[in-house]
């Protein structure tokens, strides 16, 4: 079986589980992560057992035995790196979203086509079990024609903090839900109106609700409240309800699936996205990384997730953030 040489660009939180993902995969070997924060590329270069680490990406994107890179940078330092490269011949897996404008999208997709190289964009529902077989079970006629569908993504106050400083709730976590409504009812987004409410005095609004219009006649609602208050067992409190002309769907698929009240606290332990069984982080993100590797290794382009896909969630969000700033209904371009 021939194994991928593979890259990790930034390692935060969602780079390391990356990081981790990628050393466990049997199709992929981990050959370098890159980080400025020294002493945290040092420890995981150490724990992973990851044979080269670099401070500057450049570096990274320079070694020949890389073939592909996920970048899992912050959304306003994603166009640079995934740029540079696909420019050096690197296929990329770039974090969702691809970019927090439409116009820095369209950067990064020109730069995938003249390279040549597969560049896919990490919206990890569409790995998720549940959402996919929703959605095979509505391409499949079972629940008649969309006509409305509502989306909840809320996560507590206190793991929202820092992030409310580099991110705001609606392009942050509203992304995943705009694009899983795109994917779900094959229909494009016409029109939004959105609303957004500051409590904490940090840069982006503390929840944002946003209400479409599709191009097929159906309303949708994406509710994404980044502050639930202290003490909720929630990591993600995460719901899709989808009503057709012949059907309904209901969807759970954030962490509710295990409960646990003990001597710290009550908790709900993921057990869909990147759960640690048995040693090794499985799960959607699992299942995300081997797909792109296996896409990689056969050299053919991602279906489940394209470019034109994720960059069409970017602008209803943008439409989204213009509407909550100017308090009208605007049209998606």
């Given at each position: 079986?021939?194994?991928?040489?593979?890259?990790?660009?930034?390692?935060?939180?969602?780079?390391?589980?990356?990081?981790?993902?990628?050393?466990?995969?049997?199709?992929?070997?981990?050959?370098?992560?890159?980080?400025?924060?020294?002493?945290?590329?040092?420890?995981?270069?150490?724990?992973?057992?990851?044979?080269?680490?670099?401070?500057?990406?450049?570096?990274?994107?320079a070694d020949p035995e890389i073939e592909a890179v996920s970048v899992v940078t912050h959304v306003d330092d994603h166009v640079e790196p995934a740029v540079a490269?696909?420019?050096?011949?690197?296929?990329?897996?770039?974090?969702?979203?691809?970019?927090?404008?439409?116009?820095?999208?369209?950067?990064?997709?020109?730069?995938?086509?003249?390279?040549?190289?597969?560049?896919?964009?990490?919206?990890?529902?569409?790995?998720?079990?549940?959402?996919?077989?929703?959605?095979?079970?509505?391409?499949?006629?079972?629940?008649?024609?969309?006509?409305?569908?509502?989306?909840?993504?809320?996560?507590?106050?206190?793991?929202?903090?820092?992030?409310?400083?580099?991110?705001?709730?609606?392009?942050?976590?509203?992304?995943?839900?705009?694009?899983?409504?795109?994917?779900?009812?094959?229909?494009?987004?016409?029109?939004?109106?959105?609303?957004?409410?500051?409590?904490?005095?940090?840069?982006?609004?503390?929840?944002?609700?946003?209400?479409?219009?599709?191009?097929?006649?159906?309303?949708?609602?994406?509710?994404?409240?980044?502050?639930?208050?202290?003490?909720?067992?929630?990591?993600?409190?995460?719901?899709?309800?989808?009503?057709?002309?012949?059907?309904?769907?209901?969807?759970?698929?954030?962490?509710?699936?295990?409960?646990?009240?003990?001597?710290?606290g009550t908790d709900c332990p993921d057990t869909l996205y990147w759960p640690e069984v048995h040693g090794q982080t499985g799960g959607a993100l699992r299942d995300?990384?081997?797909?792109?590797?296996?896409?990689?290794?056969?050299?053919?382009?991602?279906?489940?997730?394209?470019p034109a896909a994720a960059r069409a969630a970017v602008a209803v969000l943008a439409a989204a953030e213009r509407s909550a700033a100017t308090g009208k209904v605007?049209?998606?371009?």
């Amino acid at each position: 079986m021939r194994r991928i040489g593979y890259g990790v660009i930034g390692l935060g939180f969602f780079g390391e589980k990356h990081a981790e993902v990628a050393a466990a995969l049997p199709t992929v070997n981990l050959r370098a992560i890159c980080s400025r924060q020294d002493r945290r590329r040092q420890e995981i270069k150490k724990r992973l057992e990851v044979s080269h680490e670099y401070r500057d990406y450049h570096d990274l994107l320079a070694d020949p035995e890389i073939e592909a890179v996920s970048v899992v940078t912050h959304v306003d330092d994603h166009v640079e790196p995934a740029v540079a490269a696909l420019r050096a011949g690197k296929h990329v897996l770039l974090e969702k979203p691809m970019a927090r404008t439409p116009a820095q999208c369209d950067k990064i997709v020109a730069a995938a086509d003249k390279a040549n190289r597969i560049l896919m964009v990490g919206h990890i529902c569409r790995f998720n079990p549940r959402y996919a077989i929703a959605r095979e079970r509505i391409r499949a006629g079972e629940i008649g024609q969309i006509v409305s569908m509502h989306a909840r993504r809320n996560i507590p106050a206190a793991r929202s903090a820092t992030v409310l400083e580099k991110v705001g709730p609606l392009l942050g976590d509203g992304i995943h839900d705009t694009d899983l409504m795109l994917w779900m009812s094959a229909a494009r987004i016409e029109t939004v109106y959105a609303l957004t409410h500051r409590i904490r005095k940090l840069r982006f609004p503390d929840l944002g609700w946003a209400m479409y219009r599709f191009d097929s006649g159906a309303i949708g609602v994406i509710e994404n409240v980044w502050c639930l208050p202290d003490g909720t067992p929630f990591r993600i409190h995460e719901t899709l309800e989808i009503i057709g002309t012949a059907g309904a769907l209901y969807i759970h698929g954030g962490d509710m699936n295990v409960f646990l009240h003990g001597k710290s606290g009550t908790d709900c332990p993921d057990t869909l996205y990147w759960p640690e069984v048995h040693g090794q982080t499985g799960g959607a993100l699992r299942d995300e990384l081997g797909y792109f590797a296996a896409c990689v290794g056969e050299g053919k382009p991602p279906s489940v997730v394209t470019p034109a896909a994720a960059r069409a969630a970017v602008a209803v969000l943008a439409a989204a953030e213009r509407s909550a700033a100017t308090g009208k209904v605007v049209r998606v371009p």
